[in-house]
């Protein structure tokens, strides 16, 4: 027997964000294995009697291989169960959706991919600020913070990222950020470019901070570790929403 697998977009934590697809898979799934950061309330949407198993990775936390992961979609699916592969934000943005999809089409496994709402446009909705601006940012550029050792990615691309013009999202960028806004400096930056943390973003623990991105990077420098998922937003940044409008969770540091 041949299942079917489902590659679930879980949106970065509200259930409120997920689309109708995705609640729908998850409410037919037999089997549900889960990024650490799609657990919780979401959890709450899956089918009663369906097996939810934790397969996440977090930086500096003992993680499941992704062999083994793909090896988990793979024997699930043969028993002819549907299996949600559950992906927290997009599925397809740092997710390693690629190395799974690959290891089904060998396995001859049939599966879709759903999407859903990115961290950068949850931290660009909560801010009340578009992440797009006519005229001055006509740009967006999404890039990954760090590599699978946690270090700062090598052979970046310096004079896009530099550009003051865009508006860029750094995923997984908390630890390595002050090491890359050396660099953004160091190749044009102005390091009075305006900057956005977004940490734990569309969830209770959510905190925004605005700030310029050399005095983003000298505040994270000091900072003690944090675990709480974090985005930065930096580059031709638009105003926040005036006093009044509606965004998400309050926070003591939201911005001003």
Known sequence: MSGFVS??????GDPDLLTVRAVTRLESADVVLYDDLSGGPI???????????SVGKRAGRR?????????????HAR?????????????GLFGRLEEEIDALNLAGIAHEIIPGVTAANAAAAA????LTRRISARRVQFVTGHDVTGALPEGLNW??????????????????FPALAARLI???????????????????AERLHRDTVGGLAARLADA?????????LYGALAEPAPPGAVTATGAEDRCP
Not at 43 to 53: K, M
Request: cysteine-free; overall charge negative; glycine content about 10%.
């Open 79 to 91: 028993t002819g169960a549907h299996v949600v592969r559950l992906k927290s934000g997009d599925a």
């Open 7 to 12: 590659f679930v977009s879980s949106g970065p």
């Open 159 to 176: 004079a896009a990222l530099a550009d003051p013009g865009a508006v860029t999202a750094v995923f997984m960028a908390r630890a390595t």
């Open 127 to 130: 801010a009340g600020i578009p």
């Open 224 to 232: 003690p570790r944090d675990p709480a998922p974090t985005l930065i």
């Open 43 to 53: 959890l709450d949407l899956a089918r009663a009697g369906a097996e939810l198993v």
């Open 63 to 75: 993680s499941p291989r992704q062999d083994h992961v793909s090896r988990l979609l793979i024997d």
């Open 186 to 204: 160091g190749a044009g930056l102005p390091p009075d470019t305006p900057a956005l943390l977004a940490q734990g973003v569309a969830t209770p």
